[in-house]
């Protein structure tokens, strides 16, 4: 019996759109995850970049749980001694929305050059409008 492996010429993405009002952040970037990565096809490779492309709107009515909004805190260096910058969620939501669900997805998918190639298929927009409608992005149900 032979073993399939399939081809990075024969893999096809697909759109979908997903609403993320009313979603608790951790477990939609768990799904979104998924989607980019390829696993909820019969034919998953982890060595291809294989998963389809996800548009997310609404990312401003994300919802979290527990003491999050205030307790949880995003950090990053400005390269320059003694420039580490922290930002807690509650004000990141109000700022820029998006960044939210995109660090949460970003570490649930490979850390090497394939991970950031899955994250490139992934869209946010903080409003319910997006420009992708061309690609006909089926909706996501959860």
Not at 23 to 33: C, E, H, N, S
Not at 74 to 94: A, C, D, F, M, P
Not at 118 to 125: A, D, T
């Amino acid at each position: 019996m032979k073993t399939f492996v399939l081809k990075a010429k024969d893999i096809k993405h697909e759109w979908f759109v997903a609403d993320a009002e009313g979603q608790v952040l951790g477990r939609f970037a768990t799904r979104i995850a998924t989607i980019l990565r390829g696993k909820h096809k019969p034919t998953f490779s982890p060595h291809l970049d294989m998963g389809d492309c996800v548009v997310v709107t609404n990312a401003e009515k994300i919802v979290t749980t527990g003491g999050k909004l205030t307790k949880k805190t995003y950090w990053h260096h400005t390269g320059w001694i003694g420039n580490q910058k922290e930002v807690s969620l509650e004000t990141l939501l109000r700022s820029h929305p998006e960044r939210v669900i995109k660090n949460a997805v970003r570490g649930m998918l490979p850390h090497n050059p394939l991970g950031r190639s899955m994250l490139r298929h992934l869209k946010i927009y903080a409003g319910p409008n997006h420009p992708h409608q061309a690609q006909l992005p089926k909706p996501l149900e959860f």
